[in-house]
């Protein structure tokens, strides 16, 4: 899989949101984006998952330009965004059965997926009987559960506390280690980023633009030592620095 994008711009009216982006991925790649609000990092999820076009540039997917929403990308939202009617295996189950595969299929990979993302017994229960952890686990269960090449998530963790957030992120990790999923993290929490990503990218916004861009080469086998490790600091001050540098350019 190989993901381009090719000096995409975006404009609502007469506002620039996105300018120039240009990036790559590959399969098994693990990217984040992390900018300040509005600098369009959800625009850009969107524009990648089909659901909005982009003004100007490109995007392709395996050298086929992105025109439409597809189960090739699979995206988790920003905000919890579960059919609150449906279970959660019917959650998980229906982007499969849009797709058409067998009730079989559906059932068994349903089961499956539940079980990636720790959820086995949770199944028959409706979104709202389940904490907001569980909930973004079962929307990433229902995103890998069409095969997609590639995951696209949107602060999936944003909403949650500090703890659960820690866990969903080792939760994550684990995931991407284990499959070798190629996964599009946005976050503006750097440390996020930094726990999870192989590469980042840094918007600034007004017009959301590129205007950093970090290998991240940290050793990933034990994540409460890696959050003290010196070189994980010192890359966390030093994008946390760019980050406020960029908030006090805007005041
Ligand atoms: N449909 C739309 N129509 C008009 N303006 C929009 C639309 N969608 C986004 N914008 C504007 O584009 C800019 C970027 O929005 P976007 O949601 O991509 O930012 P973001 O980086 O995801 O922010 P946050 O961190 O708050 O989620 C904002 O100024 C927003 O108001
Ligand atoms: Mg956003």
Same mark, same amino acid.
């Given at each position: 899989m #190989?993901?381009?994008?090719?000096?995409?711009?975006?404009?609502?009216?007469s506002k620039t949101v996105l300018e120039k982006i240009n990036f790559s991925m590959q399969s098994g790649e693990f990217l984040a984006l992390v900018g300040s609000s509005g600098s369009g990092k959800s625009t850009i999820l969107r524009l990648i998952a089909g659901l909005d076009q982009p003004s100007e540039g490109s995007i392709l997917v395996?050298?086929?330009? $992105?025109?439409?929403?597809?189960?090739?990308r699979g995206m988790v939202f920003q905000k919890y965004s579960l059919y609150p009617w449906l279970s959660a295996a019917d959650n998980v189950a229906f982007g499969m059965r849009l797709q058409g595969i067998k009730p079989q299929e559906i059932r068994e990979r349903t089961g499956y997926?539940?079980? $990636?993302v720790g959820l086995s017994d949770a199944g028959a229960k409706l979104p709202r009987e389940l904490s907001g952890g569980m909930q973004q686990r079962v929307a990433i269960?229902?995103?890998l559960a069409t095969n997609p090449r590639v995951l696209l998530l949107d602060e999936p963790f944003g909403a949650l506390d500090l703890q659960i957030r820690e866990s969903m992120q080792d939760f994550l990790l684990q995931l991407w280690q284990r499959t070798g999923l190629t996964v599009l993290l946005i976050t503006h929490d750097v440390e996020e980023a930094l726990v999870l990503a192989q590469r980042i990218h840094v918007l600034a916004p007004d017009p959301g633009r590129i205007i950093r861009s970090i290998d991240v080469n940290l050793d990933k086998q034990d994540l409460s030592q890696l959050r003290l490790s010196k070189d994980f600091l010192d890359l966390r001050r030093s994008l946390s620095g760019t980050l406020r540098a960029? #908030?006090?350019a805007l005041c």
């Open positions: #190989e993901l381009h994008l090719e000096n995409l711009s975006k404009r609502f009216g395996d050298g086929d330009p $992105v025109t439409g929403p597809g189960p090739d997926f539940l079980e $990636v269960a229902r995103a960029l #908030e006090a």
